[in-house]
């Protein structure tokens, strides 16, 4: 193939990425969008396979087979409420591909005696680094989020200051190995301080921040592939990567912007790390909770006509979609409306509730974003809050004091009656104390999500 | 063709743009779909891990280089299964067989 017909065709596979990330903008053409984008992605791989000969393909068949496999055996294994550490380790196999290609890459102009041009040596660098940061930062992630490791933040005096003298070393070896990129040595350095740097900056982040993490370990590691698409001079990397890198930081933007904190404080802020001190105190005046049973909650159930869901992270841990379908499908069969406020941030990835609501063939429909279902609330008799806790604390709205001050959050305070499902009366991840339980109109129903939804179904089957 | 300087540096800007004028339209009831999707387009790396096993170069890039394409394999095969996975269980009101 001559040079021109290998661009038209990394055009056409970039185009064709497009097309799909476009038809992911509705649920009923969104399968068809991810087949044209793996569409796409054939027709790269066919255009290098082509234009390439035939060097090196016991490598490339040996890599395929056995990456395939992998790949297919977690995507078909991995249960819904696992989707979270799924991705997390799909981007750092992303970012360590395009930090190798790099090397292996510099290592070959190395062997040649070449010197790449500059722009070619400034893209290994950042290729490196950023795929370095992404590999190590999402296998921590992965590891919060299985909670193979404690999902607080992990905090040291100085760290601050640790991790700024790091990053100017970064720096410093960044610049290095970009003018002299033929001494291997700084070379590994680098390598070695991007993959610690991965680990420095994910510790001190809480398992309740993840929805942000994710989407900027996402988003880096389509930085990666765009700088590696320098390093080669190849259109197809620069574009699919740039898409995924943009769509990544929207995705971090609209996590940020649904807990009103800056990508900043979410970073450095190691917020959860110990509950704020006058919050804290405050906890104890508010009074006490009363606890209900589930058969108090389907007395209500019994005059009621409209009834919103409000899941949180409290519902994957349980594995309760299941029977919070079937308690919503019980609701409707006796004429109560139902349906669920999803608010952006619940759970540990974007979108997470919605994946598992779906799994448990809830019709999307009934999915209501924040902004859409908020004003219905007053109309409401029943808010079902199960397993969410800062998402629906109303001191976001009036308590200035409060850490959460200003985060948007779901009015379940402004229902005719609210029930909250919720393990004990510990203070969400944000250390913060929820008055919402405290409300007149609240009953607690203190369990397990799934046992206590169980029960509240053959309690209302029952009435 | 990328090494203008200026031309990759049109090239890289104006797909973002098209990043996030495209990623903006996603609704939040398809954004764990949308990640995963993205994160095997993120896979496109497979490119240059093919090109880096195929170069002609020492031993050390060429295992490199299939460590990579075995890590682009995962995120392309694995991000696109999973994606499809998860995206059939979308389903509105009346395409489901049991709704009452």
Known sequence: MSPTVLQIAYLLSAVLFIVGLKMLSSARTATRGNAIAALGMGVAIVTTLIGQGVLGWEYIVGGVILGSAIGAFAALRVQMTSMPEMVALLNGSGGVASALVAGAELLSYASRGESPAGMVATAIVLSTLIGGVTLTGSVIAFLKLAEKMPGQPITYPGQQFVNAIIGLGVVALCVMVATSPLELTPFWVLVGIALLLGVLLVIPIGGADMPVVISLLNSYSGLAACATGFVLDNTGLVIGGSLVGASGLILTKIMCDAMNRSLGNVLFGAFGAAPEGGAAAGAGEQGTVKGYTPEDAAVIFSNASSCIIVPGYGMAVAQAQHAVRELADLLEEKGITCRFAIHPVAGRMPGHMNVLLAEADVPYDKLIEMDEINPEFPQTDVALVLGANDVVNPSARSDESSPIYGMPILDVDRAQHVFVIKRSMNPGFAGVQNPLFFNENTMMVFGDAKGVVLKLVSAVREY | ?100
């Open chain 2, 1 to 100: 063709m990328l090494s203008d300087p200026a031309v990759a540096l049109t090239v890289l800007v104006l797909s973002l743009f098209v990043g996030i004028e495209v990623i903006s339209k996603v609704p939040p009831l398809l954004h764990t779909p949308l990640m995963s999707g993205s994160n095997a387009i993120s896979g496109i790396t497979i490119v240059g891990a093919l090109i880096a096993v195929t170069s002609d170069s020492p031993l050390v890039s060429t295992w490199f280089g299939f460590a990579a394409v075995v890590f682009a394999t995962i995120n392309v095969v694995g991000g696109f299964l999973v994606t499809n996975r998860m995206l059939a269980m979308f389903k509105p009101k009346q395409a489901q067989g049991g709704d009452k």
